[in-house]
């Protein structure tokens, strides 16, 4: 994992420590789905594996993960979510995280599902929109 940033990566407006590094250092469980998906945006930015995979379903998730260190994700927007509160089983969020990649800009748009089971929120998998 780098160096933590102050302010948290998904834009919340508040600190990291506060925000997704709680949920990062495994001070506290997601309490929705779009949570859930801003502290995985905020892992992919601060390079946690770890996290990426304990919070992915266990019945889609990898065995492990390859971040590319030349990927610069620089700004996440969340388009639409629909269920995924706190008393959902199943919720899905549609974003758009915009990044950089040896000098050229890109975006990532994609509908990701998740489900919740023993209080815990896990990222099942996405659908991409091009």
């Not at 469980?29 to 992915?56: G, H, I, K, N």
């Not at 610069?72 to 089983?89: A, E, F, H, K, M």
């Amino acid at each position: 994992m780098t160096h933590a940033p102050a302010a948290c990566p998904c834009l919340s407006g508040e600190q990291y420590a506060d925000c997704c590094g709680r949920f990062h250092r495994g001070d506290a469980e997601a309490p929705t789905a779009e949570q859930l998906m801003r502290s995985r945006y905020s892992a992919f930015v601060v390079r946690d594996e770890d996290y990426l995979l304990r919070t992915w379903h266990p019945d889609t998730r990898p065995a492990g993960l390859e971040l590319d260190p030349h990927v610069q994700w620089r700004r996440l927007d969340i388009l639409s979510t629909s269920r995924g509160g706190p008393l959902d089983t199943e919720g899905v969020v549609e974003f758009a995280a915009h990044y950089r990649h040896d000098g050229d800009r890109g975006v990532q748009h994609e509908t990701s599902r998740f489900v919740r089971q023993h209080r815990r929120w896990y990222y099942l998998g996405a659908d991409a929109i091009s």
